[in-house]
């Protein structure tokens, strides 16, 4: 199936975001892309008061323009779309600052392992963005799901899951530092892993 089938497919949150009085709809968007939003801001080398600004004014311009945005080969994806606004509201806090500032923001970066990537272009209407937001995306995805499945399961079942899958504990390690079965921490892996698995499958069918 070529990619823009599979996009006229994850329409759903999009046809519902055109109501503006939809405010499930809308809290559901701004808690799924907020924090994927911020983290590429910053990782562009914003502080974190601007891209506090970034996600603010790129969600409104979503409010603005969700009307006229169409899922398909015409209107390409609404990853793609998503990731061109939020390129252009960091640039906006790129020419707020002047030339001088531009040039000197890899000191606002916050990860100091990452060179901003606009401090590695001469010209900002050239920031590439795409890389880290895939990588963001993909990442926000996963918390996301971890996040909504943790609402739903035993709290003892995902402690013994975090402590094991998420923070890499041994099997055996989680099962004596929680005073727990063995079968259960492997119970608890299988159980939550399978619902994850499914949400990030959902997260992904809706389109976010």
Not at 5 to 17: A, F, G, N, P
Not at 119 to 140: K, Q
Request: charged share 30%; proline share 3%; with cysteine.
């Amino acid at each position: 199936m070529k990619a823009y089938d599979l996009e006229s497919i994850r329409h759903s949150l999009v046809d519902r975001l055109k109501d503006l009085e939809d405010q499930t709809s809308w809290q559901a968007f701004f808690d799924t892309y907020w924090r994927l939003i911020y983290n590429v801001a910053l990782k562009s080398g914003l502080s974190e008061a601007e891209a506090q600004d970034v996600v603010q004014e790129t969600v409104l311009t979503v409010t603005r323009k969700i009307q006229d945005f169409r899922v398909g080969p015409e209107g390409g994806s609404f990853r793609g779309w998503l990731l061109q606004i939020t390129r252009f509201r960091a640039l906006d806090q790129l020419r707020k600052r002047g030339p001088v500032a531009a040039g000197s923001c890899a000191t606002q970066s916050h990860d100091t392992s990452v060179t901003p990537l606009i401090a590695r272009v001469p010209d900002p209407a050239s920031l590439e963005l795409d890389a880290v937001w895939e990588a963001e995306w993909a990442r926000n995805l996963m918390d996301v799901a971890l996040e909504k499945v943790k609402r739903q399961v035993d709290p003892e079942e995902y402690q013994m899951f975090d402590l094991h899958v998420v923070q890499q504990t041994p099997a055996l390690t989680t099962a004596r530092r929680l005073g727990v079965n063995l079968n259960r921490v492997y119970f608890a892996k299988y159980k939550v892993s399978r619902l994850v698995k499914r949400e990030v499958k959902r997260l992904e069918r809706e389109g976010l």
